[in-house]
Each structure stands twice: as C-alpha cells, then as structure tokens.
C-alpha cells in the first residue's frame, strides 16, 4: 500500500523567507504527483502536477520537484507571503487496481504554513 | 471551463432528512470521485465512478448513494446520517486513465466543497 509523508507538520516563518516542504512515498510506481492548497474549510487547489518522467515543474514562485527512484518530492516557496498561509497536501497517483490504468490518489496529512508579516 | 462546481456550499441536515449533493464539471474528465475530509485530515476517497459506472466503493456505509447520471454530473444522495458524518465533502474529476511519460494534464481537479452538518 502506498504511504505519502510530509514533513513538517506545520511551519511558521516570518514573511520572505524561501521554504521547503518535504513528501515522501513508499511505493515508486506512481503516474504522477501532485502538489495542492488547501484554505480552512474550502477545496484543493491545484498548485503543481509533476509526470512520473519529469524532474521538476515550476508555477511563479513555486517549484516543484520529484525523485520518483528515492521516493521524494519537495515543494520550494520563494519569498513567502502572509497570502501563501495555507494547508499544502502532497499526492501521489497510482493505479486504482493492480493491473489497471484507472488511477487513485494517495494523500499526505500535509503541511500547514503560517506567514506573518 | 476548467472548474468543478459543487453545490450547495454549506448543509444543514437532521439525522431523519433525504438530501443531495450536486458536482458537476465541463472538462471532459470520464472519472469523477468523492471525498470525505475531516478537520484536519487528508480527503478520504468514498466512491470512483469512470464513464458513468461505479469503479469503486471504499466501503461506505448505505446511507451514502453516488449516481453518475452523465459525464458531467456527479450526484451523492444522504439518507440517515449520523452526527459523526459531518464533514467537508469534496468532488473531483480527471481524465480516467494516464500515459506514462505524457506531457498531458493527467492531474485532479477539486469542487470547492459542501460543508455538511448533521444535526
């Protein structure tokens, strides 16, 4: 089964600072990866989807990066904004059944970042 | 359109009400799911439908019952629920299947959520 973990759970730096957040999986056959945003009570907002055959994807300030062999992926937030507080989730995609190119996503518990000016 | 709407945004429901959550997107995707997260929590997957069918049900309890009624609506009727079902409930699409190595947009897409509240 595959297990997603983030590290840290929660972080709070001061407003400029760059940050990474860290995620981690068990199992390295997965599609894609996936990194979202998360507001208190609302949906996820996409941020950056990464192939299994890339390296990195980048979106303005964010970049993001996967080693699908050691089973890594970092978010890379440069100089950070009160507006980036948020719950940022990792997932990963893989296939649903064994054999089948359906695919299911498997969540981390997330990073919860707090910018203060 | 590149947006998953859900509806409604906040419900309120009695233990002994029938009510329904509505999710409905214009991408093209033929896979749309259902999420159950709860404060704090990762999103739970509860049920995948690809072209129309249920691909799967993660053992979700009777009083939850999807229908896909076409590609771009996704339905999740609640009859009985508990307290403990409170939670946000999150619908997604994607396009069902992927190519390794494509440079194609294979990723999620998020509704915004409804707030469900049992009462």
Same mark, same amino acid.
């Given at each position: 089964?595959?297990?997603?973990t983030?590290?840290?759970?929660?972080?709070?730096?001061?407003?400029?600072e760059?940050?990474?957040? !860290?995620?981690?999986?068990?199992?390295? &056959?997965?599609?894609?990866?996936?990194?979202?945003?998360?507001?208190?009570?609302? =949906?996820?907002?996409?941020?950056?989807l990464?192939q299994?055959?890339?390296?990195?994807? /980048?979106?303005?300030?964010? !970049?993001? +990066?996967?080693? #699908? $062999? $050691?089973?890594? $992926?970092t978010?890379?937030? &440069?100089?950070?904004?009160?507006?980036?507080?948020a719950?940022?989730? @990792?997932?990963?995609?893989?296939?649903?059944?064994?054999? $089948? /190119?359906?695919?299911?996503?498997?969540?981390?518990?997330?990073?919860?970042?707090?910018?203060?000016? | 359109?590149t947006?998953?709407?859900?509806?409604?945004?906040?419900?309120?429901?009695?233990?002994t009400n029938?009510? +329904?959550? #509505? @999710?409905?997107?214009?991408?093209?995707?033929?896979?749309?799911?259902?999420? *159950?997260? #709860? &404060? *704090?929590?990762?999103?739970?997957?509860?049920?995948?439908?690809?072209?129309?069918?249920l +691909?799967?049900?993660?053992s979700?309890?009777?009083?939850?019952?999807?229908?896909?009624?076409?590609?771009?609506?996704?339905?999740?009727?609640?009859?009985?629920?508990?307290?403990?079902?409170? &939670?946000?409930?999150? @619908?997604?699409?994607?396009?069902?299947?992927?190519?390794?190595?494509?440079? +194609?947009?294979? =990723?999620?897409?998020? =509704?915004? =959520? /409804?707030?469900? /509240?049992?009462?």
């Amino acid at each position: 089964k595959q297990e997603v973990t983030q590290i840290p759970a929660a972080l709070s730096v001061p407003e400029g600072e760059n940050l990474v957040l !860290n995620c981690s999986f068990t199992d390295s &056959a997965i599609y894609n990866l996936q990194w979202f945003r998360q507001d208190p009570g609302k =949906g996820l907002t996409s941020l950056l989807l990464i192939q299994s055959s890339q390296r990195e994807q /980048t979106s303005g300030r964010l !970049n993001a +990066s996967l080693d #699908k $062999s $050691s089973g890594r $992926s970092t978010l890379y937030i &440069a100089a950070s904004q009160p507006g980036d507080s948020a719950t940022y989730l @990792c997932a990963v995609r893989r296939e649903l059944k064994r054999g $089948s /190119t359906l695919g299911r996503l498997y969540f981390g518990r997330g990073t919860q970042l707090t910018v203060w000016p | 359109d590149t947006e998953v709407t859900q509806t409604p945004k906040h419900l309120v429901m009695g233990m002994t009400n029938k009510k +329904s959550l #509505k @999710c409905e997107q214009h991408m093209g995707h033929r896979a749309m799911y259902w999420y *159950k997260q #709860k &404060a *704090k929590k990762p999103p739970e997957l509860m049920f995948v439908y690809s072209y129309e069918k249920l +691909s799967i049900n993660e053992s979700v309890p009777s009083r939850f019952s999807p229908e896909c009624p076409n590609s771009s609506l996704l339905n999740l009727h609640l009859h009985a629920l508990q307290p403990e079902d409170s &939670a946000l409930y999150l @619908c997604a699409s994607s396009h069902p299947r992927v190519k390794q190595g494509a440079q +194609s947009n294979y =990723g999620y897409t998020f =509704g915004s =959520g /409804t707030r469900l /509240t049992v009462v």
